[in-house]
Antibody
Framework: EVQLVESGGGLVQPGGSLRLSCAAS????????MSWVRQAPGKGLEWVAN????????NYVDSVKGRFTISRDNAKNSLYLQMNSLRAEDTAVYYC?????????????WGQGTMVTVSS | QSVLTQPPSVSAAPGQKVTISCSGS????????VSWYQQLPGTAPKLLIY???KRPSGIPDRFSGSKSGTSATLGITGLQTGDEADYYC???????????FGAGTKVAVL
């Protein structure tokens, strides 16, 4: 079964750090750019970051540049998001998302999401 | 404020048709493929349309996509209560160097 499973979410104080993980199975995730997408409570989808197949290129939405770092370990079929200097506005469900063999131009595979709450 | 503009909501009676527009610019829709995503309440998004007008396996042909210039449209015919969801367009923006989503459109079946 093709699957992405996120973990690592939780409650963290403003200014704190958290590391999210995403485990891929049932497909060759190392063939694709992988992304993180988030959704604040009651709000729409926001793309956060992506990373090239070999990790040599990364892109970030402006609001997280300098605070978040995306990485991957293809040997472990895993994607990560290191989040530092967290703010209340980072509170959201964080999804791991990937293209697939049917298209490289969209997200065909999604995880179930992991909730990150930034609050004192 | 998203760079892709969608109507906040659309509605129609069961069996009817709705269309959802997604307006962008030459740096996004005008030069990239558009995808559409369906998000049912409490669930992760699901790819509905990719590369402007293609449907993944398992997506009924009641759902269709089109693109013209810097705008895209999602159509849903034979509306069903199970279609009540939020729908998002998405594409890559070359100026921003980022993937962008529309703000989403809530479909209500009256």
């Amino acid at each position: 079964e093709v699957q992405l499973v996120e973990s690592g979410g939780g409650l963290v104080q403003p200014g704190g750090s958290l590391r999210l993980s995403c485990a891929a199975s049932g497909f060759t995730s190392s063939n694709y750019w992988m992304s993180w997408v988030r959704q604040a409570p009651g709000k729409g989808l926001e793309w956060v970051a992506n990373i090239k197949q070999d990790g040599s290129a990364k892109n970030y939405v402006d609001s997280v540049k300098g605070r978040f770092t995306i990485s991957r370990d293809n040997a472990k079929n895993s994607l990560y998001l290191q989040m530092n200097s967290l703010r209340a506005e980072d509170t959201a469900v964080y999804y791991c998302a990937s293209p697939s063999h049917i298209t490289l131009h969209g997200f065909d595979i999604w995880g179930q999401g992991t909730m990150v709450t930034v609050s004192s | 404020q998203s760079v892709l503009t969608q109507p906040p909501s659309v509605s129609a009676a069961p069996g009817q048709k709705v269309t959802i527009s997604c307006s962008g610019s030459s740096s996004n829709i005008g030069n990239a493929y558009v995808s559409w995503y369906q998000q049912l309440p409490g669930t992760a998004p699901k790819l509905l349309i990719y590369e402007n007008n293609k449907r993944p396996s398992g997506i009924p042909d009641r759902f269709s996509g089109s693109k013209s210039g810097t705008s895209a449209t999602l159509g849903i015919t034979g509306l069903q209560t199970g279609d009540e969801a939020d729908y998002y367009c998405g594409t890559w923006d070359t100026s921003l160097g980022a993937y962008v989503f529309g703000a989403g459109t809530k479909v209500a079946v009256l």
